[in-house]
């Protein structure tokens, strides 16, 4: 917070105001550059010995979604205990928007004590980013009774305060409060100025400021030049206002004028950092003189003597500054640029660098504060043909506009380095970088280990590289690779010390274990992920991603309840946030959970939702789904012809096992088996080499639908191929294949189990049996309906018609009705048989 100036004034009516601030959420003090804003709440605070404002001066830097909540998590380091560091890792993360929710979470959770906290933010005015503007609404929405936020502005802020207002929540003081009246006028002359005028010329002062302090202070400096007379100022306007700064000036020695110009660029400063800049000995003295002149000096920090000036001042000492030859400005720019660097403050350092337009040196310092978004917002104003031999810093750009969000810039830089991206291999990560990160496009090539290894990149960046490499080659069905990229980045991860990226690789990894069939090895992988959440609070927020994640799983190894638990948990924490991945995973769990559960339509309108998705408007993307409209019982022909079209047109390289399997089943569906069935060998060739077992065992059960279709075929060839099914199924309890095919499968399953026996182990002979129960179970459950269920019991115990109608509150009309249908049901006559039938399908518990 900046110290009040010597001498304020006790603002009585304005201070009555400011004592309701604790009970209201947000103090909004707007009024022209110079009108006291920042001297009325710093006077305020003196005088009421209030020590917890928390004080951000904002800059243009500062109207950027991470500097903003970057520097206030600065301000609010002490109120946050140790999730600061938490937070602070969640910056150096790889951040994109959607991470500022959780950050926001972590802050407002933290924030809510017993402790008042006062967060002010002055020269709110320059903050203009829809983004931004949108989680500082969310910030003041949601942040607890003890935070209080304070915005100094000069123009109305771009925010929805109408609840607020509504609710009694805003207090307000705007450019007419501000004004001093005659009294004020006249005692901030008199004692703050002290200026040796009557009272009447004094307040003639005060009337031609019209009440605002900045211009009073400026009438009264300029008055004090023996050739300016306050009788010769008939208005004040900016153009005045220029004319009086220049006043005041002039007064001044040519000492003072050349420090003030010189030292104007500076954000902030105090006597050593002055004496560098102009190599002098004598800036302590010159500062004291200035500070007795109210010379527009703020002083920011009384125990550094450290100062900054008014904007109305600063403004137009940099208009002078820039009338310096350009030689002379460049030298000033570099040697405050040196002295920054040197006190560790690189921002400070590159603020003046940018403006020397030296781009080497920009990029020099931004590798010194290391590659987070810190530095990558300031690698963004770079111009691009300034880095364009630069690859390394060309991919840090890239990485920077896309998890900002920033399309339109993305598309700029791939247009910019197209021509390098396909005519010199080492640039090819740029054109692999668009279709991972826009174009979803599978028919890519990618990168090797070798190539990624080579690459002159942190660790931070060639974690990312092969994180999005890895996710890109689960998505093409190469698993195997997709694996070993998984590894490189786990080896660099302990440098790395990065929970999100850590989750990320846990994530791939069960992912494409998920589709290899480890369905064990994922469930332990998801104890691991589960712990670092619960380790790093501030990750709380991806309990939505884990639990569609683990879903899959739950569906794949045949949970059911454990998989509508978990996708509930999941739709709990996605509240109403949205992201098209994940809403997609959610939705396709949920399609394929209610398809095991023989709910057919409501499986077929949510795969219709899925349909209309851009992530599926590829058809051999979507070819998962497709095959799902085959289990349904809801494909097309349009559909079929139009996947087979798109299947055979493209190279059979960026063909994947799904896209087979897919292509392999319409076939079938277009009457066209013998081609059905070769392709159906050709998958089982490629998945048993190598081990991709769940799509191996969906291509055996393939199989034996459609040589079980055929009135000549030999029995024991099915049952050779079921034997092997249950094998690869029975160890990772892989269920997903065996349900999705349905009741048919039981046959054989049931044969199988009775001629092979000696052939089955233990463990497999479980896995028939729980998987034969599963279907009599869903056979058991759609027999009777819940109500019939319940005089079932009823009937068990022996109760009579009557007594039934009164446990379960129906007419005995109801009650004869529902045994009726148990019995026809049932296929039995009597009580006895129903009751016997009933034991027999363990119907009743």
């Not at 950027?64 to 560091?85: D, M, P, Q, R, V």
């Not at 402790?115 to 500082?136: G, P, S, Y």
Request: glycine share 4%; proline share 1%; hydrophobic share 40%.
């Amino acid at each position: 917070m900046p110290s009040p100036r010597k001498n304020y004034i006790i603002r009585k009516a304005l201070f009555e105001k400011l004592e309701s601030m604790p009970e209201r959420k947000l103090t909004l003090v707007k009024g022209a550059a110079g009108s006291g804003k920042t001297t009325l709440l710093t006077s305020f605070a003196r005088e009421k010995k209030i020590t917890d404002y928390r004080w951000i001066s904002l800059d243009g830097d500062n109207n950027n979604i991470y500097s903003f909540w970057y520097y206030l998590t600065e301000a609010l380091k002490e109120c946050l205990g140790e999730a600061h560091e938490d937070i602070m890792s969640l910056f150096n993360a790889v951040l994109d928007k959607e991470d500022i929710d959780r950050l926001l979470t972590i802050i407002i959770n933290q924030l809510d004590t017993q402790e008042k906290i006062i967060i002010v933010l002055d020269d709110f005015h320059i903050i203009n980013d829809a983004d931004l503007l949108q989680t500082i609404e969310y910030f003041i929405k949601n942040s607890s009774d003890n935070v209080h936020i304070v915005i100094l502005t000069r123009e109305e802020p771009m925010l929805y305060l109408s609840d607020l207002i509504m609710s009694g929540g805003l207090l307000q003081i705007d450019e007419e409060d501000l004004k001093l009246t005659d009294q004020e006028g006249i005692y901030f002359l008199k004692h703050t100025l002290e200026i040796s005028q009557d009272n009447e010329i004094l307040k003639e002062m005060n009337e031609l400021s019209e009440g605002w302090v900045g211009g009073l202070q400026l009438i009264a400096l300029a008055s004090a030049n023996k050739n300016t007379s306050i009788r010769d100022i008939k208005l004040l306007n900016k153009y005045v206002v220029e004319y009086l700064t220049k006043e005041i000036v002039d007064s001044l020695s040519e000492e003072e004028k050349e420090f003030l110009v010189k030292t104007s660029i500076l954000g902030y400063f105090n006597e050593n950092i002055c004496n560098k800049l102009l190599n002098s000995s004598n800036c302590g003295y010159i500062l004291e003189k200035l500070s007795e002149k109210n010379l527009f000096l703020i002083n920011i920090d009384e125990d550094r003597g450290t100062y900054r000036y008014h904007n109305i001042f600063g403004e137009f000492l940099k208009l002078r500054f820039l009338k310096l030859e350009e030689a002379e400005r460049a030298e000033i720019y570099y040697k405050a640029a040196a002295i920054f660097e040197e006190l560790g403050d690189y921002e400070e350092c590159l603020r003046h660098l940018f403006e020397t337009r030296n781009y080497n040196e920009v990029l020099r310092i931004i590798r010194l504060m290391g590659q987070n978004y810190k530095a990558w917002i300031y690698l963004s104003q770079i111009p691009l043909d300034a880095i364009q031999n630069d690859r390394d810093i060309v991919i840090q750009r890239l990485f920077y506009h896309y998890f900002n969000g920033e399309m339109e810039q993305l598309n700029d830089l791939f247009d910019t380095f197209k021509e390098k991206s396909e005519n010199d291999k080492h640039w090819k990560v740029l054109k692999i970088a668009q279709s991972l990160l826009m174009n979803l496009d599978l028919q890519t090539d990618l990168m090797s280990i070798d190539e990624i290894e080579k690459l002159n990149l942190s660790d931070i960046t060639k974690t990312i590289i092969y994180i999005k490499t890895a996710a890109f080659l689960y998505m093409q069905f190469k698993l195997r690779e997709s694996l070993e990229c998984i590894g490189k980045a786990e080896e660099l991860l302990p440098k790395v010390n990065n929970p999100y990226l850590k989750m990320s690789i846990l994530s791939i990894k069960s992912g494409t274990k998920e589709e290899l069939g480890d369905l064990l090895d994922c469930e332990n992988i998801y104890g691991e992920i589960f712990e670092i959440v619960k380790t790093n609070k501030f990750m709380s927020n991806l309990y939505m991603n884990i639990y569609v994640g683990i879903t899959g799983i739950y569906l794949k190894s045949g949970r059911i309840e454990k998989a509508e638990e978990s996708l509930n948990l999941a739709l709990e924490y996605m509240g109403k946030k949205t992201n098209m991945y994940i809403d997609a995973g959610h939705m396709y769990n949920l399609m394929e959970l209610r398809l095991m559960q023989g709910q057919k339509a409501e499986a077929y309108e949510t795969a219709k939702k899925l349909l209309e998705l851009v992530y599926y408007k590829n058809l051999l993307f979507a070819s998962g789904l497709i095959k799902y409209m085959i289990y349904m019982g809801r494909m097309t022909d349009d559909l079929a012809e139009s996947f087979i079209k798109t299947y055979e047109e493209c190279e059979p390289k960026y063909i994947r096992i799904e896209d087979k399997l897919t292509y392999a089943k319409i076939l079938y569906y277009m009457k066209r088996e013998t081609e059905a069935l070769e392709m159906a060998d050709n998958i089982l060739q490629i998945t048993r080499s190598q081990k991709i077992k769940i799509k191996l065992v969906e291509a055996l059960l393939f199989k034996i639908y459609v040589l079980g279709s055929r009135t000549c075929q030999s029995d024991r060839e099915i049952l050779n191929i079921m034997r092997e099914a249950v094998y690869y199924s029975f160890e990772n309890h892989i269920f997903s294949p065996f349900l999705l095919e349905g009741p048919w499968i039981l046959k054989y399953l049931t044969r199988l189990n009775e001629e092979r026996n000696k052939d089955l182990n233990s463990k497999e002979k479980l896995f028939i049996n729980e998987l034969t129960a599963f279907f009599k179970k869903d056979r058991q459950d759609d027999l009777l309906s819940e109500r019939e269920i319940e005089v079932l019991r009823e009937l068990f115990t022996g109760a009579s018609n009557r007594q039934i109608a009164e446990a379960l509150c129906i007419s005995v009309s109801t009650v004869k009705t529902h045994i009726i249908n148990i019995y026809s049901k049932l296929q039995v006559s009597s009580r006895v048989e129903a009751a016997e039938k009933a034991r027999k399908l363990n119907l009743i518990g």
